[in-house]
């Protein structure tokens, strides 16, 4: 998954991009089917900030699903016209789904609140799917934690509004900055996928910020789900001839 398929090579050229290919074999030879990693674009022009917050800075932050853990060093600077992106699609998380996950966001500094991307689609966006009611993200949804949100992005009108778990929060409990326990759905398909974690004020846009003065923090790493991807290629010989398939170790003669 994540993958698409780029051609057909003949002992070594490459000798076709269709699929499927038909050619005639008079000899020992070896066809190896390509596939390149899809190459989706994301937004990552977040800029810099606009004023130091020696007190405000995203050091690191982890998660673990019981069975493995990961923490990713980010090391945030703070001095004013500090970069906002980081890309950290280098480290690699790895969760089982259907497990319960948690987290720890070492943040340290005024009020902010934290929010957890997934690119399930693979399509270069980040888009969410919550409840109406009280924001909890559907199984489909790519943001998939956050620790508040009012509804509505930015400071204006932030004076109420709710976590993931669907916790309502008003007043001093709006100052979370850590992410309740959540599960990555138990129907996602294995494979590397895209990952976004933003600190921010108020604000699941993915792709924006409610104030560069406020020293946010947007970083991308990589999502690995855990499992076998299965391909299914079709070989058909020719009358008074025959075809070997190698997988790993095992050769199977038709």
Known sequence: DGYKFAGWKLNGSLVSSSNP??????SESEFVAIFEEGGAEYFTNFGNTTRTYGDRNLSSFSFSDGTNSKTVSVNQSTY??????YDKT???VTLEPGKAVSSTINWTGYWMHTYLFIDWDKNGEFTK???SNNYK???NSELVAFSFWSGVNGSSNDGQG????????TGDNRNVHSLKSFTIPAGKKPGSYR???KIDWNNVDANGVSSKSDAPCVVDFTLNIPGTITYTIGVTAGE??????????TAVDI
């Open 240 to 249: 008074g001839g025959s075809a070997t398939i190698n997988g790993g170790t």
């Open 80 to 85: 004013s016209g500090a970069a906002i992106y």
């Open 195 to 197: 990952a976004r974690l």
């Open 137 to 139: 993200p559907t199984e």
């Open 162 to 169: 709710y976590d993931h778990a669907g916790t309502y929060l």
């Open 90 to 92: 280098s480290e690699v």
């Open 129 to 131: 799917d919550l409840a």
């Open 21 to 26: 290919y038909t050619a005639t074999i008079t």
